[in-house]
């Protein structure tokens, strides 16, 4: 029997799936910890992967602006890597980004190889002053950070957003 493997928005009752998948990788030191508040509070930037049902990997994408994004917490459970989940979750946060006309998304990397597979480059942190300068301040590590910056363009302009169908329509008398 296939296996199925499904990216969406993350939901409310997620929110301990996504910290249970995110802690290893924090403790570990390759991601930033995030608390169970912290992800409340961005629950709105969060897709979960699910195989055959079960919560297995998780990405967050931060809007900076129409020219830039930021992927976040791209996480995948250790026994489940090799399945392409990681890939399908950064694909989804292209595609969310190109949908909300963003023309750049980046990420910070201890793993630059797996963003290049993706079409990503490698560029300098000082051209990511937004991240450096709103984010980055607040690490224990800034002095010291030894991540990666990469980088993809989604388009040579900001684009055209997507018109998106409306949540909730009601006709009143």
Known sequence: MPH?????????????AIHALLEPFAAAGVILPRSRD??????????????????????????YGSNLAEVRSLVVREDMRGRGIG?????ACERWAAALGVARIFALTYLPEFFARFGYA????????????????HCP??????????EKRLSDAPIEPMKLAPILEVEQP
């Open 87 to 91: 890939g399908l979750l950064l694909d």
């Open 141 to 150: 590590r800034f002095s010291n950070c030894d991540e990666i910056a990469v």
């Open 38 to 63: 912290d992800i409340f509070e961005h629950l709105q930037e969060f897709l979960v992967a699910s195989f055959d049902g079960e919560p297995v990997g998780a990405a967050a994408m931060h809007i």
């Open 4 to 16: 199925r493997i499904r990216v969406r928005a993350a939901e409310v009752a997620d929110v301990e």
């Open 122 to 137: 490698r560029v300098p942190k000082e051209s990511l002053p937004h991240k450096v300068w709103t984010v980055c301040v």
